[in-house]
């Protein structure tokens, strides 16, 4: 008797990688380099968009942008404890001659502690938060690189909060609430929230009173939201516990995006401190936090979730204008412009393109389609056609850009 047939074969889960590759939105090459990719131009729209974004959404919530070098003295890490406790991710020391080392940043948090402690400060002017997409290196071996996921050079939205104790959970509270913004506009869903703790070994930093402070701090918030959550012992950072936001890729792996973090142990280490009301001096507490993480990882995890449909606000070409023959050709030129003007990414897929059919399957991850015809060139109006298949009815051209412009600026998962 014959075997019985398997039947047909699961699709494969998306890759991110291959994705990648065949959207035309980043690759490798290995005279660049392992762990260092490269984005092509609908790439870096996705990125650019993600990165606006963010910032657009932290000045909102009361956050100031600061730029700072990628490199700093040995020196600097020294006393954040990143030497003692990270340096075997670090890159080795670039010698500048005398007893001068100068180190590729493999955190912002260092650069953030030395930006506060720059002037005096009050308690008037806290919480100071202060925020940067900063660059930053990681010597990551070449056997675990892989894609935009495990990368060696990293593009990082940090953030970090110089706060009393008192305004530390209110803090905490409010990065949990802005990572939850971001992911509804993104369309991710988090798969669970981890209190990472410390564990057993040398790596973390002493002081145990602090951790205990730390850790009821990030306790108190998640109760107060009514997020569960898990415990992971070994996964927090050399200087405090955090919450880390989990998220699963196509293929069921857990990866972390987001994270917030309580630390007393920088503040000290740098000896920052603010005037309080009492003239004397105090100690701030420091939250780090990242809404999206690493943007290589966070893009990463968009092309999967999404298989290049992003979210409108985030398509690479979000208006796809197909002239029927080279006689709409003119009008299918305007119209592109006037997308320019409010601000819309809009690319003209023409006859010399091939078929109509051709063309709007080629067109199959944009989010809205336009079909000129004679009537539709003369007439001004417009037959939107959206990527999920509905199609409306003719309507002036201006109303129909003003709806798509508004769900972009308005960051919408929602096409209509």
């Not at 205990?212 to 415990?231: N, Q, S, W």
């Not at 070994?234 to 196509?250: H, R, S």
């Not at 009492?278 to 290589?296: I, K, L, Q, Y």
Request: net charge positive; with cysteine.
């Amino acid at each position: 008797m014959p075997a019985a047939s398997a039947g047909p074969a699961a699709p494969a889960a998306p890759d991110h990688r291959r994705l990648g590759r065949e959207l035309g939105l980043f690759d490798t090459d290995p005279l660049i380099g392992s762990g260092l990719p490269y984005w092509l131009p609908d790439g870096a729209v996705v990125r650019q968009s993600l990165e606006d974004f963010v910032r657009a959404l932290e000045r909102r919530a009361g956050y100031r942008h600061v730029y700072s070098p990628v490199l700093g003295k040995r020196e600097l890490y020294e006393l954040s404890g990143h030497w003692a406790h990270y340096r075997e991710d670090m890159f080795p020391p670039l010698e500048m001659g005398g007893d001068e080392q100068l180190v590729l940043r493999p955190s912002l948090c260092p650069h953030h502690a030395v930006l506060f402690r720059s002037r005096s400060r009050s308690y008037r002017e806290l919480p100071l938060r202060m925020a940067e997409l900063g660059d930053m290196y990681r010597s990551e071996r070449s056997g675990v690189l892989g894609g935009l996921t495990r990368v060696r050079a990293i593009r990082l939205n940090d953030a970090h909060v110089f706060c009393t104790p008192e305004q530390a959970a209110a803090e905490v509270r409010g990065a949990l609430e802005l990572i939850a913004a971001a992911y509804r506009a993104m369309g991710v869903v988090p798969s669970r929230y981890r209190l990472s703790l410390p564990g057993p070994g040398g790596k973390y930093a002493a002081r145990p009173e602090l951790w205990e402070r730390a850790t009821a701090i990030l306790v108190r918030v998640l109760a107060e939201l009514g997020l569960p959550y898990e415990e992971g012992v070994g996964e927090a950072a050399f200087y405090g516990p955090k919450i880390d936001v989990q998220v699963l890729d196509a293929a069921g792996r857990e990866s972390t995006l987001s994270t917030v973090q309580v630390d007393f142990h920088q503040p000290e280490r740098f000896d920052l401190h603010y005037a309080g009301p009492d003239g004397a001096r105090h100690r701030p507490v420091m939250v780090h936090r990242s809404v999206v993480g690493s943007v290589e990882r966070a893009v990463a995890h968009l092309i999967e979730r999404h298989r290049g449909a992003f979210p409108a606000w985030l398509a690479p070409v979000q208006l796809a204008v197909l002239p029927l023959g080279a006689e709409q050709a003119e009008a299918a030129g305007a119209l592109a412009s006037r997308c320019l003007e409010l601000d819309l990414r809009a690319e003209v897929l023409g006859a010399e393109r091939g078929s109509l059919g051709a063309r709007v399957r080629a067109a199959r991850l944009v989010p809205y389609q336009v079909v000129l015809g004679p009537r539709e060139a003369a007439g001004g109006s417009l037959a939107l056609r959206l990527r999920d298949g509905r199609r409306l009815g003719p309507a002036p051209a201006g109303e129909v850009l003003a709806r798509i412009a508004g769900r972009v600026r308005s960051h919408a998962v929602e096409l209509w």
